[in-house]
């Protein structure tokens, strides 16, 4: 059966055929130049030149180079956070400083004095304005490593790069507005008799360590965040009962005194990180802290936190390389 043709005089009719089968594929001709090869021969080819598959997970000494070779773009990008955080309002920067002295305000009258959790606590407002700086530098690290994938998923699509660069960014972020904040901290200390001593220098080694758990804790909360977003709900909610349970508004010395708690409970709470850390900030700054206060063994316990979850949380991160921004 045929067509009716159209529009064009009979002797340059198309003919159109209904039953006609579509062309056959042709294959491309063959090159002397495009020699075939096997999977393994490609393989060893690939291998021979220095060729590796795009997104393959690196060694983990290839990926230290890597990010230290990339330390000029984190340093940048921490810096530009930092920068852009409060962009949108008046104050500007001033709010790195303003954001935890009004927590500390809060806490004063919830907890200091109408809990009357200041009793007993010498010193009480510097004793609560370091806990407060130092516990927001842990809190805001966590917080922020949450989002460091899930919350960057065009820039991990778009660009190769070592993804631990993000996680480390935004703790080196949160190092960077505690330094900038450390200065009203200082100015506290001094309107309430807290005069620079020798054991001020103890915060730096203190600092250290507390910044590499954070950045261990951030990179272990990023891989898990990447794949389930949820967990940057409930990380708030696990945050704040840490906070309580590590003595930023209270004294756990006090607290412990007596059999009102058992054994396990009074270890865990010395052993607890945050806790840690924020005492060692307290007896470095702070006259009446002293040593009797602190937990057993207490630069062991900060150091082994610090490289336990530094080093292991570096690890981890690094062992899901190739499945950031996958989908």
């Not at 924020?278 to 702070?286: F, H, N, P, V």
Request: hydrophobic letters at 50%; proline letters at 8%; a positive charge.
């Amino acid at each position: 059966m045929r067509a009716p043709s159209f529009l064009l005089p009979p002797s340059k009719a198309i003919v159109v055929s209904q039953t006609a089968a579509p062309p056959a594929p042709v294959d491309p001709p063959s090159s002397p130049l495009l020699p075939a090869y096997g999977p393994g021969e490609l393989a060893a080819l690939a291998a021979r030149h220095g060729l590796t598959v795009s997104g393959a997970r690196p060694s983990l000494g290839e990926y230290v180079r890597q990010l230290w070779g990339r330390r000029h773009f984190i340093t940048a990008f921490a810096t530009a956070k930092l920068t852009a955080q409060y962009s949108q309002a008046k104050l500007g920067q001033i709010w790195q400083i303003m954001t935890p002295l009004l927590n500390a305000t809060v806490y004063y009258f919830i907890f200091g004095v109408l809990m009357n959790t200041k009793h007993g606590v010498p010193d009480y407002v510097p004793f609560l304005v370091t806990g407060v700086f130092i516990w927001t530098f842990t809190a805001s690290s966590i917080t922020a490593g949450t989002r460091a994938i899930s919350g960057n998923t065009g820039l991990v699509r778009a660009l190769h790069f070592p993804r631990a660069s993000l996680p480390i960014a935004l703790a080196l972020q949160q190092l960077q507005q505690l330094l900038f904040s450390l200065g009203a901290l200082f100015v506290i200390l001094l309107v309430f008799g807290q005069y620079p001593r020798p054991s001020w220098l103890l915060a730096i080694p203190a600092l250290a360590l507390q910044a590499l758990f954070n950045t261990g804790v951030s990179m272990v909360m990023a891989r898990l965040a990447s794949k389930t977003p949820d967990i940057a709900q409930l990380t708030p909610f696990v945050l704040r009962t840490w906070m309580y349970a590590s003595g930023v508004m209270w004294s756990l010395d006090t607290l412990l005194t007596g059999d009102r708690v058992p054994h396990w409970v009074l270890l865990a709470l010395e052993c607890n990180p945050a806790a840690v850390y924020i005492d060692l900030m307290r007896y470095a700054l702070i006259d009446s802290f002293t040593g009797a206060q602190l937990p057993p063994h207490v630069w062991a316990v900060a150091t082994g936190w610090a490289l336990v979850c530094g080093i292991g949380g570096f690890v981890y991160f690094w062992k899901a390389e190739e499945r950031y921004g996958r989908g």
